[in-house]
């Protein structure tokens, strides 16, 4: 069994900065993958960005140069760095990790508001 737990959201302006955080504690495998989607009250959960065991990521195209995915192997930690905040990134931002199976924290709400 794996769990999830997630950190760092909250109420920021627009152009302001957050920094998630998600570690991870269970049966945690060498070879994983980490990332993180977001769900906006009636839309759909997507994609926001991945990063592998071996530190290939992927964004996706609504986040490109704003966010910044990385990871600390020793912990296991994953965080993702947004900046550039805009309106329509406020969501409740998942935390996922994948191994033969697919883990999820419980999110957490990033509101971006003047």
């Known amino acids: 069994q794996v769990q999830l737990v997630e950190s760092g959201g909250g109420l920021v302006q627009p152009g302001g900065s957050l920094r998630l955080s998600c570690a991870a504690s269970g049966s945690i495998r060498r070879i994983y993958t980490m990332g993180w989607y977001r769900q906006a009250p009636g839309k759909q959960r997507e994609l926001v960005a991945i990063i592998t065991s071996g530190d290939s990521t992927n964004y996706s195209d609504s986040v490109k140069g704003r966010f910044t995915i990385s990871r600390d192997n020793a912990k296991p930690t994953v965080y993702l760095q947004m900046n550039g905040l805009k309106p329509e990134d406020t969501a409740v931002y998942y935390c996922?990790?994948?191994?033969?199976?697919?883990?999820w924290g419980q999110g957490t709400q990033v509101t971006v508001s003047s």
């Open positions: 996922t990790l994948r191994m033969l199976s697919s883990y």
